[in-house]
């Protein structure tokens, strides 16, 4: 009786053990063919829709790619496309180049493909791209209250595709209190070639520069008058811009919901402990506490140091 029993037991903990791993492994063989599936799919898909402009190797160098004003996008220089997230990717075949702040000779593809076979695309596009594509991140971040600006400026674009440095545009920020904007002539020099012939939002630019008009951008973050913020300061201790302002490079449009809050203020008066809003002095200071416990940056406690 006992060998019976060891018997079933020792088959039970087999059957327990061939069942986890086929759940564990077979799920990833699974997903790994699936995943080659939509590759396979996304293949014949570009072939069909986008082969035309984009070229057979996605550089842009299709057989109507000498008609554009400005050439199609090259999907095989990963320098530029592995920073740009699959939802951004999927927006512009969804809804065409302008729904990026791109040039509308990019059309939508909302009618002619559904989102599952825009989904494989984009899983075909990652696969032409020189140096491979190891993953990142797949969402834009979209925050709250983000106005609606002059001219449709997408930090996607240019900080995580080109990754340009964000003191390339904002070269106040290590050397004065304010971040400070471009100028129109900043923008023009980038742009004297780039999107100028097709893309309205460019043309914008070019028509504040010749109006002598400042571009009238929304001001998104703001501490309040009694308050001292040096940006220098924080630029020469390495704090990262996306500290205080978030993921920039996957915003399409800048936004922030910062300051005091009722909500937060009226759970800390019934003894609740949310977390400090973004911008409050309450997070400034926690954020001084932590980086002095943690990297002995001698960050100021005092109250001098930010109202003077």
Sequence with gaps: MKW????AGG????????????????????????????????????????AACHGEG??????????????????????LMNGLPDEFLVSVITHGGPAQGLAPTMPPFDRT???????RVVAFVRTLARPDYRGGPTTLARPPRAPRQPIFFNHVIHSGSFQIPCQY????????????????????????????ADNPEIGKIHDYARRGAPIP??????????????????????????????????????GADTGPGLAHDLARLVG???????????????????ENATRDTHAPLDCIACHH
């Design 113 to 119: 493909l559904s989102a599952d076979q825009i989904r």
């Design 169 to 196: 545009c904002h070269a106040d920020a290590r050397r004065s209190e304010y971040a400070g904007l471009p100028s129109i002539e900043r923008c023009v020099g980038c742009h004297k070639i780039i999107g100028v």
């Design 217 to 254: 951008w929304m001001r998104v973050f703001k501490v309040p008058e009694f308050t001292y913020f040096p940006h220098k300061a924080h630029v020469r201790a390495d704090v990262a811009c996306q500290t205080c302002h978030g993921p920039i490079e996957r915003m399409p449009v800048v």
């Design 58 to 79: 996605g550089r842009g160098d299709g057989a109507s790619a000498a008609s554009f004003a400005t050439r199609p996008s090259d999907l095989a220089d990963g320098r």
């Design 4 to 7: 019976r029993s060891w018997a």
């Design 272 to 290: 609740l402990h949310p977390p400090q809003r973004l911008l409050t002095m309450g997070w400034c200071v926690d954020c001084h506490r932590r």
């Design 11 to 50: 088959v039970a903990l087999a059957v327990a053990f061939l069942a986890a791993w086929l759940t564990v492994f077979g799920s990833r063989a699974l997903a790994a063919s699936h995943t080659e599936r939509d590759v396979q799919a996304g293949r014949a898909l570009f072939a069909t829709h986008c």
